[in-house]
């Protein structure tokens, strides 16, 4: 498979390389992770390119994602390479954008903190939402009934309140999560007053 030997020493040289590069080209894991499936068409997640940083790959995940690096790598060692590197990620940013101001509006707002010239300067981040309070009745009230909702009960959720799922899933682990949070406090309470 590969011309040459693969020894720690040559996995070290690469991991620096790639490391350095990044760093370089002040690249995120999701940006590598975005340029290699715009350049080469392999898809890998972020995940994996954290643990290729972290160098804590299990042997045949090295051995996947090892071949797309080098070829990365080889591609930055050019102005040209590197150029085409940042337009890859550039596009797929620019796409996404375009993609979620295509979709179609949902009663949920977004926080005045995403259009602020303050942040413009930092990597956008996903705006906080801000479910109306009809919006939020309705999900206290399908929590009492169910607490946990399938994938197809979300998705119905989703379409009937016009909002995304995604959303709504984090509403529900959020609440699960405070409803822990305080049935553990009434106990503490309740074993003060005795």
């Known amino acids: 498979m ?8 040559l996995t070290l040289l690469i991991w620096l390389n790639y490391t350095g590069i990044s760093i370089f080209l002040d690249l995120s894991q999701t940006d590598v992770a975005n340029s290699l499936g715009k350049l080469y068409g392999v898809h890998r997640s972020v995940s994996m390119i954290s643990r290729f940083e972290r160098m804590d790959l299990s042997l045949s995940n090295y051995l996947k994602v090892y071949p797309i690096i080098l070829r990365w790598l080889k591609d930055s060692e050019t102005a040209d390479g590197r150029d085409k590197i940042i337009r890859a990620v550039v596009d797929f940013q620019n796409n996404n954008n375009s993609n979620n101001n ?62 995304e799922k995604k959303i709504i899933k984090v509403w529900f682990y959020n609440r699960h999560t405070r409803s822990i949070i305080d049935r553990k406090r ?3 309470r309740a074993k003060r007053k005795c």
């Open 102 to 163: 295509n979709d179609t509006k949902s009663p949920v707002k977004e926080s005045p903190q995403a259009e602020s010239p303050v942040f413009s300067k930092f990597p956008r981040r996903r705006p906080r939402t801000i479910l109306p309070d009809s919006t939020r009745r309705e999900l206290e009230r399908i929590y009492r009934q169910n607490k946990k909702l399938s994938a197809h009960e979300l998705i119905e959720l989703a379409k009937e309140l016009n909002v």
């Open 186 to 188: 009434r106990l503490k």
């Open 2 to 9: 590969f011309p040459f030997r693969l020894t720690l020493g």
